[in-house]
């Protein structure tokens, strides 16, 4: 399970090293594409298969289902490691999430997410004080650990 919260640079070729401990998670090879919230998603690719399959099952004829499959697919791209441990990230999607300098790299169970030190201080902050409630409303009051 892919977790826990890092802090590492970007340089000015689109290099972000990722943690040892998340390289060997993904994997030789995985894809990188635009998240939710302007941030970027980091997908295993046993991880991407399945989003994939959902995604072909989702029905061509509804608008909603075509924005988002040409907002998450447009931007997808298979990436390596190089022998330093980076990943080189596509300028569309640096643009897209605001990458600067400083990147915030954290483990979400199925995903990695990227983000820019600043736009995932200012989503931090404003949902920090509102967990209790967000986990309330997720989470059934006869939910018990194992279920």
Not at 71 to 98: C, H, M, V, W
Not at 129 to 140: G, Q, R
Request: charged share 30%.
């Amino acid at each position: 399970m892919l977790m826990g919260e890092f802090h590492h640079n970007i340089d000015e070729k689109g290099r972000l090293t990722l943690p040892a401990k998340f390289r060997e998670e993904l994997g030789e090879s995985f894809i990188v594409t635009r998240g939710l919230e302007e941030c970027l998603f980091v997908y295993p690719m046993n991880e991407w298969d399945k989003i994939t399959k959902k995604l072909n099952n989702l029905p061509f004829t509804k608008k909603d289902a075509r924005s988002f499959m040409r907002f998450f697919l447009s931007g997808a791209t298979a990436a390596e490691f190089d022998k330093q441990g980076r990943i080189n990230i596509t300028s569309p999607l640096i643009s897209y999430a605001e990458l600067k300098k400083e990147c915030v790299i954290i483990g979400v169970g199925d995903r990695l997410e990227i983000w820019s030190s600043e736009k995932w201080n200012s989503f931090y902050d404003m949902n920090k004080d509102n967990l209790s409630n967000i986990a309330e409303d997720l989470f059934d009051s006869n939910w018990t650990e194992g279920d």
